[in-house]
């Protein structure tokens, strides 16, 4: 028996859960499911060693019958109390939880009054006026329905880059371990740092091209093999992400590794200029035109030889095109002119500002978030936790923010000068761009991350008007992750990307990169037109737990996609120079 997951034991938490929310049970035990399934996904211990010595109660968030039912996972690979609840259940009503917007209430309610428990069955109901016939529901529900249906088909099949991180790292570092590899990487959108990816693509180089696809398809994270070749192989991760394998040769590597990098448009490009230059490019070698395999060869039309993909595009006459720019995006014509940018690392990070903790919704306290920022070798961390208004996530009223306050100085008098906590607060932007602390209140802050949490429907012109107030006010450092968008669930709200920017601009206010891999906000694609502006980028994890600090690396690839170097991210600058930043605003309106 293989051993159960950590992730797949999360899974079935959260699946018990729903289920006890469509049969109507008490919140508290339905809390407990969902608030143990979280701790799981965060818990960094040995879990099987954890339950072997009856520890698992020691997991914050996980009650002792909680912890007896992942004994039971661990120990046998099933959970009796789990088969027994989901007999109840017709399977598919499980895929309408995916569904945005759809609740248990709702998923009960359809499939007891019109016996629907699939999202086809849905589907068809809701186009035929049933399920805006229904008591509770509407037209307005049923619309909203058929929407989240097309979004879910449309997202198929596409994932999270925070999603497939691990398991793609994993498979790569297991790979390059192997005594037959002398080279193995991962390529494709995900080397290119893309938000979101369709499949992985591993490159590897070996003289054993069997064994190393023999170890790739039968790894432990394969759920099934869709093509098992000599140089080519497919399987499908237990994940659901397909992966794709390419064995070459070491002299060979370059050209595939660049080939299967990509974008597409970017090789197509990168092919032109070989074609120019009477060469042909692709997976496997730049040989001149004609009959590349002929002996007699002419040493002036001959390429260089080609070593690493430095090599490649050098003989191409360009500098050397770090991935996350190969979009087709003018990275060319700036590789051809010297006008790449030096793109920002994550060791040039000096700190960071959007973070949260246990006083909102967070789920370490102060000093946890603190030591943590230290260990991570940051100099210094913002916290900004929830405001009054985010009912839901613990929002902070007046008080608590002014005790938070003082226990952050109090703090920051053990340091001795080396690290210091930064006191703000994530306050909510009003309907009417009004925010949700007065003035005389935010002044006391050392900065302040204004977001948006409610009213996601307002028209576009109304929701641009909304920021702009917003980032009117003095006391506004930078804007929360701008479009609330969240990647393959919930769209962006509208809003006019081009006009916030100029008004970031014209007020001096920040942009966050939200650097959580569910949002990624504001997108890669609009910092070009930001930094021409002149708007500075402050990466943030908007980080709920000490492990999301690791944000940072998702947040970095963003930035780096989005052209941006160290002088275009304000977090890089150091303790003694970052205050002045986050004064700057205020000083302007005197
Ligand atoms: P994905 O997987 O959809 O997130 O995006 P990619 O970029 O990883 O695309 P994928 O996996 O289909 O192919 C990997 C790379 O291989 C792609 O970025 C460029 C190269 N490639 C694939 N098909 C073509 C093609 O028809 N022409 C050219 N020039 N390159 C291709
Ligand atoms: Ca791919
Ligand atoms: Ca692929
Ligand atoms: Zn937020």
Not at 225 to 230: D, E, P
Not at 466 to 489: F, K
Not at 535 to 555: E, K, R, S
Not at 556 to 564: H, P, Q, T
Request: glycine share 8%; aromatic share 6%.
């Amino acid at each position: 028996m293989a051993p159960i997951t950590k992730d797949k034991i999360a899974d079935i938490l959260e699946n018990i859960a729903q289920m006890l929310e469509i049969k109507g049970e008490n919140v508290f035990k339905i809390r407990a499911y969902t608030n143990a399934a979280r701790a799981l996904e965060t818990y960094t211990g040995d879990l099987v060693a954890a339950a072997g010595e009856g520890r698992l109660g020691e997991i914050p968030g996980v009650g002792k019958a909680i912890a007896e039912k992942i004994t039971e996972l661990v120990a046998t690979g099933q959970l009796a109390y789990f088969e027994i609840l989901k007999a109840e259940f017709p399977p598919g009503v499980f895929e309408m939880f995916d569904l945005q917007g759809l609740g248990p209430k709702k998923i009960k309610a359809l499939w007891d009054k019109l016996g629907i428990t699939t999202i086809p069955e849905l589907e068809a109901a809701s186009k035929d006026g049933r399920v805006a016939g229904l008591a509770g529901f509407g037209k307005k529900t049923a619309d909203n329905i058929l929407a989240a249906i097309q979004s879910r088909a449309k997202h198929a099949g596409r994932f999270r880059l925070g999603s497939i991180a691990a398991d793609a790292e994993r498979m790569v570092g297991e790979l390059r371990e192997l005594p037959e590899v002398l080279q193995a990487t991962i390529a494709g959108s995900y080397r290119r740092r893309k938000e979101v990816v369709g499949d992985l693509d591993f490159i590897v180089a070996t003289n054993a091209p069997a064994e190393v696809s023999d170890f790739f398809v039968k790894h432990e994270m394969v759920e099934s093999v869709i093509a098992h070749g000599a140089t080519k192989s497919s399987v499908r991760f237990k994940s659901g992400i397909q992966a794709d394998l390419r064995v070459v040769k070491n002299a060979e590597h370059p050209f595939a590794l660049n080939y299967f990098t990509g974008s597409k448009e970017h090789n197509i490009i990168m092919r032109q200029r070989a074609l120019a230059r009477g060469w042909t490019l692709n997976e496997y070698r730049l040989a001149p035109l004609g009959n590349p395999k002929s002996e007699i060869r002419n040493p002036k039309e001959d390429p260089p030889q080609i070593l690493d993909e430095r090599g490649l595009y050098h003989a191409l006459d360009l500098d050397y095109v770090e991935p996350e720019l190969r979009e087709d995006r003018g990275e060319i014509a700036a590789a051809e002119n010297h006008k790449l940018p030096d793109l920002v690392e994550l060791e040039n990070l000096r700190g960071t500002f959007h973070n949260h903790t246990t006083a909102s919704d967070g789920r370490s306290t102060l000093a946890e978030m603190a030591a943590a920022a230290q260990e991570l070798g940051l100099q210094y961390l913002g916290i900004a936790d929830h405001s009054k208004s985010s009912v839901q996530a613990h929002g902070l009223e007046t008080d608590r923010l002014l005790a938070q306050i003082e226990e952050i100085k109090a703090l920051n008098k053990t340091f001795d000068g080396h690290f210091r906590v930064f006191a703000g607060s994530e306050v909510d932007i009003h309907k009417d761009g009004t925010l949700d602390f007065p003035d005389h209140l935010l002044e006391r802050l050392d900065y302040v991350v204004a977001s948006v949490h409610s009213s996601f429907s307002l028209t576009e012109a109304e929701m641009t008007k909304r920021l702009i107030r917003a980032m009117e006010n003095p006391h506004v450092t930078m804007l929360g992750h701008l479009t609330g968008r969240m990647l393959l669930a919930r769209d962006a709200y509208a809003v006019n990307i081009p006009a916030i920017i100029e008004a970031a601009a014209a007020t001096g206010t920040l942009i966050e990169l939200n650097a959580n891999p569910r949002r990624l906000d504001m997108d890669w694609r609009w910092w070009p037109l930001a930094k021409e502006k002149g708007v500075q980028c402050v990466i943030n994890p908007d980080a709920h737990h000490t492990d999301h600090l690791q944000f940072l690396h998702y947040g970095i690839g963003i930035a780096r996609k989005g052209w941006l170097t160290r002088a275009d991210v304000v977090n890089c600058l150091p303790l003694g120079k970052i205050e002045a930043v986050l004064a700057a605003k205020r000083l302007r309106a005197g």
